[in-house]
Every structure is written in structure tokens, then in C-alpha cells.
């Protein structure tokens, strides 16, 4: 297993990003190698929470363990606190940076399979909220999405309300709020978008994955946008547990989800 720390420049951010990449493609295998050696790998692109940063699941959960046990990659982008969406600030497309210019980079970098039911998204809070709309808005990159603690309260929060300092930094990631809400940065308005192609025959679903910890504040929210999930004919699976918005709970799902949701190799 090869833990590997890129710096690449961004055109799309318009700076050197970081990400760790878990590599699958140095097991103590000499039959491994022989067999392996044109392997192109399945891929799961795992986003950070608020606050968090690149190094977060490696640092707080056993992700190389199960990467490693499941031959599966694993690309970690730094997404600030962005909520993984295009920004009104300039060079701040964080949206278009993870459904696309990241994805490209790294299968130029990286024997990665350019296949799109290789191709996975999953984040957890912050991170959760990005791959749920970046794995609808770009389902034809992402066949399967998921979400663990989501959150997706973002647009509850009132034109004066604290919260949304604590969120994204004033108004700097969505912008008019009032206006944000009726675009694709809305999970639920890119849900509506992707239906409309999926009724006209020019888009499939991706298979989506929620779970949320009975003791978490974002489990209403949670439920309701599982039922627009449900109501729009997505193939869902909706998990909830014991669990508080911790690492504990987010490493429990990350496992589940590679060791018994993700299609094998």
C-alpha cells in the first residue's frame, strides 16, 4: 500500500493543491505484480469536513487498512471550507474541481480506471453534503455517492443567523443565499436537474448511500433528504446507528461501505 502526497497545480483553483492518494499497487506480491502490473484501479474520491483538511481520514480513521484489503484507490482532496461548490469569489470552483479537474488529474497521474462504475465519491459532514451534490451534478462521472452525517441544513440557516459565519465564512462560498438556493449548489435542486435527464433518457442514477448517527443535530435533515432521494426514484440505501458526529461513527461507514456497498472488483 502506497500512501502518496501530490502537490499539482490547479487551473482550476488557480494554485498548487494538495492531496493524499492511497495506492493499492505495492503489496508484497510477487504473483500480485505478475498479474497486476497494467491494473487499473477502482477509485473512491473522499471528502473532509468543515474545518478539516487532505490529511483527515488518514490521520482519524483506518482507511488505508480497508483500501488495502479491498484493492481499491483512494484520492483525498484539500477542499477547505468550501462545501466542495463553485464560488463567487474568483478561482474558487470547488464544485467544477472535484467533478472534474481532479478526477482527470489524477487518472493522468495514477493507473486509475477511467471507467465510470469504477469511479466513486463519499465525504463525511461538510464532505458529505459536497459528494452528495457533486455525485448528482456530475453523475456521469460518479456511479456510486455517498454521505455519512451530511450536512445538508446549509440552507436553513436565516439571512442573519450566526450560523452561516460559522458555515462558510459570511457569504463567501455561496454567495446571495437567496439566490444559491435555486441553483445546482442546492443538493436538492441538482437532484431535480438530474431527474429531469433521468425522465428524458439521458442520465442514469448514481446508486447513493446516507447514514446519519441517531445522536447527531443533522439527523432530521438527513431524513428529509433521504424521502426526495426515495420520492425521485434514486437507488438509495439509508442507514441510521448509534452515533454522535465523531470519527467513530465515520470510520464505521467508511468500512461498510468498501467492504459490503461498493461494487467488488
Given at each position: 500500500?502506497?500512501?502518496?502526497?501530490?502537490?499539482?497545480?490547479?487551473?482550476?483553483?488557480?494554485?498548487?493543491?494538495?492531496?493524499?492518494?492511497?495506492?493499492?499497487?505495492?503489496?508484497?506480491?510477487?504473483?500480485?505484480?505478475?498479474?497486476?502490473?497494467?491494473?487499473?484501479?477502482?477509485?473512491?474520491?473522499?471528502?473532509?469536513?468543515?474545518?478539516?483538511?487532505?490529511?483527515?481520514?488518514?490521520?482519524?480513521?483506518?482507511?488505508?487498512?480497508?483500501?488495502?484489503?479491498?484493492?481499491?484507490?483512494?484520492?483525498?482532496?484539500?477542499g477547505d471550507n468550501s462545501f466542495y461548490v463553485d464560488q463567487p469569489v474568483?478561482?474558487?470552483?470547488?464544485?467544477?474541481?472535484?467533478?472534474?479537474?481532479?478526477?482527470?488529474?489524477?487518472?493522468?497521474?495514477?493507473?486509475?480506471?477511467?471507467?465510470?462504475?469504477?469511479?466513486?465519491?463519499?465525504?463525511?459532514?461538510?464532505?458529505?453534503?459536497?459528494?452528495?451534490?457533486?455525485?448528482?451534478?456530475?453523475?456521469?462521472?460518479?456511479?456510486?455517492?455517498?454521505?455519512?452525517?451530511?450536512?445538508?441544513?446549509?440552507?436553513?440557516?436565516?439571512?442573519?443567523?450566526?450560523?452561516?459565519?460559522?458555515?462558510?465564512?459570511?457569504?463567501?462560498?455561496?454567495?446571495?443565499?437567496?439566490?444559491?438556493?435555486?441553483?445546482?449548489?442546492?443538493?436538492?435542486?441538482?437532484?431535480?436537474?438530474?431527474?429531469?435527464?433521468?425522465?428524458?433518457?439521458?442520465?442514469?442514477?448514481?446508486?447513493?448511500?446516507?447514514?446519519?448517527?441517531?445522536?447527531?443535530?443533522?439527523?432530521?435533515?438527513?431524513?428529509?433528504?433521504?424521502?426526495?432521494?426515495?420520492?425521485?426514484?434514486?437507488?438509495?440505501?439509508?442507514?441510521?446507528?448509534?452515533?454522535?458526529?465523531?470519527?467513530?461513527?465515520?470510520?464505521?461507514?467508511?468500512?461498510?461501505?468498501?467492504?459490503?456497498?461498493?461494487?467488488?472488483?
Amino acid at each position: 500500500m502506497a500512501l502518496i502526497q501530490v502537490n499539482f497545480q490547479s487551473n482550476v483553483l488557480k494554485r498548487t493543491v494538495p492531496v493524499q492518494v492511497i495506492l493499492p499497487a505495492d503489496k508484497n506480491d510477487h504473483i500480485h505484480y505478475l498479474h497486476d502490473r497494467d491494473k487499473r484501479y477502482r477509485t473512491l474520491y473522499l471528502l473532509h469536513g468543515l474545518y478539516g483538511n487532505y490529511m483527515d481520514w488518514v490521520s482519524n480513521s483506518s482507511i488505508q487498512l480497508y483500501a488495502e484489503e479491498h484493492d481499491l484507490a483512494v484520492v483525498m482532496p484539500n477542499g477547505d471550507n468550501s462545501f466542495y461548490v463553485d464560488q463567487p469569489v474568483r478561482n474558487n470552483d470547488y464544485g467544477s474541481f472535484i467533478g472534474e479537474e481532479l478526477v482527470e488529474v489524477m487518472r493522468r497521474m495514477f493507473p486509475l480506471s477511467r471507467k465510470r462504475e469504477d469511479t466513486f465519491i463519499a465525504g463525511l459532514s461538510m464532505g458529505g453534503y459536497g459528494a452528495l451534490r457533486n455525485g448528482l451534478k456530475y453523475a456521469d462521472t460518479f456511479s456510486y455517492v455517498a454521505g455519512f452525517s451530511s450536512a445538508l441544513h446549509i440552507f436553513e440557516a436565516s439571512p442573519r443567523d450566526p450560523r452561516r459565519r460559522t458555515l462558510c465564512g459570511e457569504d463567501a462560498c455561496m454567495g446571495d443565499w437567496d439566490e444559491a438556493v435555486r441553483t445546482d449548489k442546492n443538493p436538492e435542486v441538482a437532484l431535480s436537474q438530474l431527474k429531469e435527464k433521468v425522465d428524458a433518457g439521458k442520465a442514469v442514477y448514481p446508486q447513493v448511500f446516507m447514514s446519519c448517527g441517531t445522536e447527531d443535530d443533522l439527523l432530521p435533515v438527513n431524513r428529509t433528504f433521504r424521502d426526495k432521494l426515495t420520492a425521485a426514484g434514486v437507488p438509495l440505501t439509508y442507514e441510521e446507528a448509534p452515533g454522535a458526529h465523531e470519527w467513530s461513527f465515520w470510520d464505521k461507514y467508511v468500512c461498510r461501505i468498501i467492504e459490503d456497498w461498493l461494487p467488488k472488483d
